[in-house]
């Protein structure tokens, strides 16, 4: 028979350092987001093309576009070929709406990363949002810093963690609140890591991933050449998203990856 001692590990050396509040509250944002039914699609992307004309626009604009925006436009333009890719779910009712807000993920230092939401991208240039960018993720860093510590002390109220996790479960769960703080679909940028790419839990909208660029081996009329590429996800509830409706999607995204100029001529 086991025994107890052996299946338990004792560390008379930890450390235990309990949460403040306003962090207990993003640890039970974690758990309510679990166990949603998601579709997932991986796809390397060939960003040659689309960073050469990138440069070569910055080199000659009087404002220079950051990837993020170009990221933001070039998502928001295949989206307009294939709306359920922004399509939303409350209860029974799948949420048609009537505009494409895109949700910027900010790489902080917290676990629970901000959200700058762009409203409307779908209707923008690039030239507006790369000027909307930067007060908005400015802005959005320190709401977030804010809303942790009043959610902190409003849920000092509550009797108890049970009743802590139930109201932000029941927040989460919200379309319209969802939309608000992550838009219709949430973009995380990666491209300027080592990283391929990212998984992360999500709340009711869809989640685009732009993996780390760098150079990796294709095949271009049958010779193995190296290619600066990236990895791309697309995470997205499978009650509304079909595998073969992504697979179409990515093909779209992908003819716009190869000619930019469709759209940093607006």
Request: hydrophobic share 40%; net charge positive; aromatic share 8%.
């Amino acid at each position: 028979m086991a025994n107890i001692n052996d299946m338990i590990h004792f560390d008379p050396q930890e450390q235990r350092r309990p949460l403040d509040m306003g962090h207990k509250v993003v640890w039970d944002s974690f758990r309510a987001l679990k166990n949603r039914i998601n579709d997932v699609v991986i796809k390397l992307v060939d960003m040659e093309i689309f960073v050469e004309h990138v440069k070569k626009y910055n080199s000659q604009a009087p404002q220079k576009i950051p990837m993020s925006a170009l990221f933001i436009k070039t998502l928001a333009t295949a989206v307009k070929k294939f709306p359920r890719i922004n399509y939303m779910t409350r209860g029974y009712s799948v949420i048609v709406p009537s505009q494409i807000d895109i949700g910027l993920t900010i790489a902080t230092k917290e676990p629970l990363s901000p959200v700058a939401v762009v409203r409307n991208a779908g209707q923008k240039s690039v030239i507006e949002l790369a000027s909307e960018l930067g007060d908005l993720i400015k802005e959005t860093v320190q709401k977030e810093r804010e809303d942790i510590a009043s959610f902190g002390r409003l849920c000092r109220f509550l009797p108890g963690g049970f009743f802590r996790r139930a109201l932000i479960k029941l927040v989460l769960r919200n379309q319209r609140i969802n939309r608000a703080n992550f838009g219709t679909i949430q973009l995380s940028a990666m491209h300027r890591t080592d990283l391929d790419f990212g998984m992360t839990s999500t709340t009711g909208t869809t989640l685009f991933v732009v993996g780390g660029m760098k150079k990796r081996p294709m095949v271009i009329e049958d010779q193995v050449v190296p290619r600066l590429t990236a990895y791309h996800m697309l995470q997205g509830n499978h009650a509304i998203l079909s595998g073969t409706y992504a697979i179409d999607f990515f093909a779209e995204y992908q003819r716009l990856v190869r000619h930019p100029e469709e759209f940093l001529s607006e």
